[in-house]
């Protein structure tokens, strides 16, 4: 069938930034520019068929066969894996019991596993680190921490524990850290935890790192117990905490080893913590690097005197606060700061925040009027925009700002130096917001517009059907123009990437589709309107109807036919005519609909008169449409001789064009030669399998190898052989098809190892 092709692209070559002066964005080039590692991809290709490799227990549970094992390395890699894709569960994981894979470093975050499984599965390993962040409600924290003390290796050995976001009921009585002695990391961010288990946790005799923000934490007087051994602390927003500004930084003070410290905040506490730490001395002598993020009256002035003091410090965080803007951030060097004054700033905090979304949003705020008016690509700041769409998919203040920043950094110049990989988690996110926030105008015209990129939507790998079924649910919706444009042109491109059989998925959105396309058709049609929006329509319709009986008869009951003979009756431009007729001729390929074009009255005559037009393209397509409706006795009743008027016209136009090699200012193309074959069987009527060789041999000229291997895989060599000898057949024909066998004999590899006779 044929379709609207868009102009072709340049191609695409990435130049990565200057490695000196955006390192980080010339390593994130380098690395999604690369092809994924065999390890992972052997890893994904095993997820993916689990099901089908493994044995099934009694129980229902997955088992591995006898006589895999995996190195150690790896196991901790699939593992991790399988978390990240969803495709952990109580029926997956039992492949982690018994001897076959040993685990020491396990992840398993947002797994959704119940509590008895993660003891059967996990529990025997000799593990060394364990992440369980925001694991489901079925597996809550104190459930992971009793089955890890059941392990004698774990209360020895275990080193690190991040339990952050697990939620689950608190019972009576204290957390049981006290059992993993081998603790060094703990983070438990987010999760139900007292003053009492922290008091608990402080006597670990080997504790150097703790994350106690957001619990319910009250006091911190028991870290004095560990101020030995602590070298990094962390307790951003800890809103419980009752005593005064001055005990706390009497407990600062005795933590002399502390390397790390974060008091970060959110900004509504209006704390002033952190504005007083700063004046102190003789405290925190070894700090190397503090987050004051979120704090109140904090100046410039405060924190260079701070730094001053401590020569050896390497990051500071300063969003969300009134410092950041003194030329000495710049200046010092090996000091990293997150904040919001500059690229850099802004950049340090999105990584160095990604899971907390209060200091994401600050971070985007800046962000969007820094990229607002860009012309420099800049690959690491979008990845690390996925990034935090991805960790907070359900927060509207992200999805948004997000939206509108990842907008201003792919609009149609710059999304070139991107890399395609990026671009496709990229556009998948954003696909994401559109289904959780369908009723958010700002954030669904952000999502469009990036869509609106014709290199995105041609080049760029993400679930088309998923996006045209939600374009299409907006475009019938919508009663802005300009989104009306937006939605229709997007269609009019994504179309030609959906298969035959993706576009008859479309069922109900199809229909309402094609029926609102017209609607604006005929609305321009009225009004002799021939804008941007009128023509992304027309070709919107025109590639939707491409190889889709469905879209047809959709196109048919929703009285098209009518409309587009009055297209073809008001405008007489070659741009529209061609597209015009270019949908009709979809039409007519479809065997049951060709009947009722054969009776509309109004179409024969205009058709009849476009052949004899001087401008190929309309003659060519008014052509195809004649053959498809005349190759059929059946369709014309007693009409009979009028069809054979056409037939006559038909074959003195044919005879009449140039050479197939001649150039159309239309770029014809076709999925499959398929439908020619019919009318190539026709030795009874040349004049439609004239029509038939003369469009296969104009394509397979501009494009030899595509269309060299369609001939071979659907079986056309054979049809043009036997036209080729075929003792009925008509001269010219037979000199079609020798040409096109012989043509595409010397221009594709395929076609010569095709077998002849």
Known sequence: MVHFLHASQAPRVIIPPDAEKDALGFRVVQEEASPYSLVNICLNTLIANLEKL???????????????SFPQEIADRFLGMMSWQGKLTDRTASIFQGDQIKLKLINIQKARISAATFSKAFCHHKLLELNATAAHSSLPAPDIIRALCS?????????????????????????????????????VFSVCFHSEDLACVSQLPRLESLDISNTLVSNISALLACKDRLKSLTMHYLKCLTMTKAQVLGVFRELKGLLHLDISDHRQLRSDLAYLLLQQKNILPNIVSLDISGGSYI???AVEQFIRQRPAMQFVGLLATDAGYSDFYATKQGLRVAGGANMNQISEALSQYRSRSCFIKEALY????????????????????????????????????ASACVLNLTRQGLSRGMPIRLLSETISLLLKALKNFPHYQQLQKNCLLSLTNSMILVDVPFDRLDAAKLVMKWLCKSENPKMQTMAVSIISIIALQL????????????????????????????????DVTFLFTLKALWNLTDESPVACKSFIENQGLPIFIRLLETFSELSIRSKVLGLLNNVAEVTELAPR????????????????SEDLEVSYFAAGIIAHLTSEKSSWDAQDRQRLKLLQDLYATVQNWPSASCNMTALVTYRSFKVFFPLLRSFCQPEVQLWALWAMYHVSIKNPSKYSKILVEEGGLQLLWEIRKHREAHPRAQQMAASILEDLRMHSMNFQRAPLH
Request: proline residues 6%.
């Open 54 to 68: 493994c044995c099934e227990r009694a129980d229902g549970t997955l088992c591995l066969p006898e006589n895999w």
């Open 151 to 187: 392990s004698s290796w774990a209360q020895r050995n275990l080193r690190s524990l991040v339990l952050d976001f697990t939620s689950g009921p608190r019972e009576t009585g204290l957390l049981p850290f006290s059992q993993l002695a081998g603790l060094r990391v703990l983070s």
């Open 299 to 301: 100046t410039d002035r």
């Open 366 to 401: 800046r962000l969007f009027p820094e990229t607002f008016a860009t012309r420099v690509t800049m690959p690491a700041v979008l990845k690390l925009l996925a990034i935090g769409m991805r960790n907070h998919p359900m927060d509207l203040t992200v999805q948004f700002t």
């Open 499 to 530: 298969s035959p059989v993706q576009i008859s998925e479309l069922k109900e959105e199809l229909f309402l589709t094609v029926r609102e396309l017209l609607a604006i058709v005929k609305q321009k049609n009225t009004a002799s309107v021939d």
């Open 597 to 612: 074009m054969a009776r509309q009255e109004e179409l024969v005559p205009l058709l009849s008169s476009f052949l004899h």
